[in-house]
């Protein structure tokens, strides 16, 4: 497996733990038990059964055929938008909170952006009786109040982080402070292929059952397990991490990932990690980060709030520097237009953030005989708000 992390935590230079000194315990407990945990044949069992009956999987491979005559190739949509709460997060939330049982935690903490991974979170807390605490920013709070609502409901405390921009960055840093406080009896439950060694690999472990079922339904649909594109979008990259895992070592199958790119790549508001950043270490791996010349991160822009990272995981780095992946980048204009298009097409509403890899379709050259799979990593409910304005402007 040439792309899988190595036993020091690394995808080729990328990846590692760098953490304060203080969160050694913590992490160090994690990077010893994690593959035997959830390798264990018990774990496995409820983990499967709980996807099943729980979040609903397997999720459909949908034969999207007014889509596919459009850009004249057969496409298939792995619909992640049908799984319990709306998104593919929760297949990591399900790991995550089984494996905090079994080492015994009993407090669940987590940091919030637009309030999606807290809800998915949030959810699973209440599915095993666990407390649960959300930070998030204030100014987060504010503009997501229907997540915050959905939190509240399903048990959770919002925690509001105060300082510095009162963003996604100072609630991490709550987290993290709370994680050292607390190293015995709580777990901290990140939200995508991101952080120290384990989680971007413990992640896409997670997430991975999202290729292991498109082979199988294209084997079934087809008669081949292998299409030739596979393409998702990209905030810190768990969606596309499950939508690539069991590709990853079939090179003739191409691996896009499409980034946000907001105003424009060169805008000064976007959120293309891999055409602006450089190496540097975010939220305690090294990988690609938006960042000025002194080394302070950049304040990204994207009009989905999954995409609004400045920063992308380890896994990725790797196959963007090796060319194992093929990075691209759409507009928050040309997300909104790839939403409306799969609307009116198939009526589906996808989630801002899927929109921008639906619209890959457009930036890609497809030949005879070619078969790509879209992961719709979410469905639009979240984002009606956006399309109501969208539609109001007639910017659609
Ligand atoms: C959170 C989210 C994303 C971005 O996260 P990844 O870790 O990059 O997958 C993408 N799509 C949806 C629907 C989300 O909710």
Known sequence: MKFSVNEHGYYGEFGGAYIPEMLHPNVEELQEKYLDII??????????????????????????????EKYGVPVYLKREDLCHTGAHKVNNTIGQILLAQRLGKKRIIAETGAGQHGVATATVCALKGLECIVYMGEKDIERQAPNVARMKMLGATVVPATSGSKTLKDATNEAIRDWI??????????????????????????????????????????????????????????????????F?????????????????????????????????????????????EDGQVVEPHSISAGLDYPGIGPLHAHLYKTGRGTFLSATDKEALEAAFELAK??????????????????????????????CLSGRGDKDMATYMKAMDTNKI
């Not at 044949?41 to 397997?58: C, I, M, P, T, V």
């Not at 607390?182 to 990140?190: E, K, L, Q, R």
Request: net charge negative; charged share 20%.
């Open 345 to 374: 097409l198939e009526g589906i509403i996808p989630a801002l953030e899927s929109s921008h890899a639906l619209y890959g379709l457009n930036k890609l050259q497809f030949k005879k005989g070619d078969v790509v799979v879209v």
């Open 39 to 68: 390798y264990d044949e018990s774990f496995q069992k409820e983990f499967q059964n709980l996807l099943q009956d729980y979040a609903g999987r397997e999720t459909p491979l949908y034969h999207a055929k007014r889509l596919s």
């Open 248 to 292: 990853l070592d079939d090179e003739q199958v191409q691996l896009v990932a499409v980034e946000a790119a907001g105003c424009g790549i060169n805008s000064g508001m976007s959120a293309a990690t891999t055409q602006l950043g450089k190496p540097g270490i975010l939220h305690g791996s090294k990988s690609y980060v938006m960042q000025t």
């Open 181 to 246: 406080n607390n190293p015995v009896d709580t777990h901290y439950i990140i939200g995508s292929v991101v952080g120290p060694h384990p989680y971007p690999d413990m992640v896409a472990r997670f997430q991975s059952v999202i290729s292991k079922e498109i082979k199988e339904q294209l084997k079934e649909k087809i008669g081949t397990e292998l299409p030739s594109h596979v393409i998702a979008c990209v905030g810190g990259g768990s969606n596309a991490a499950g939508a690539f895992y069991h």
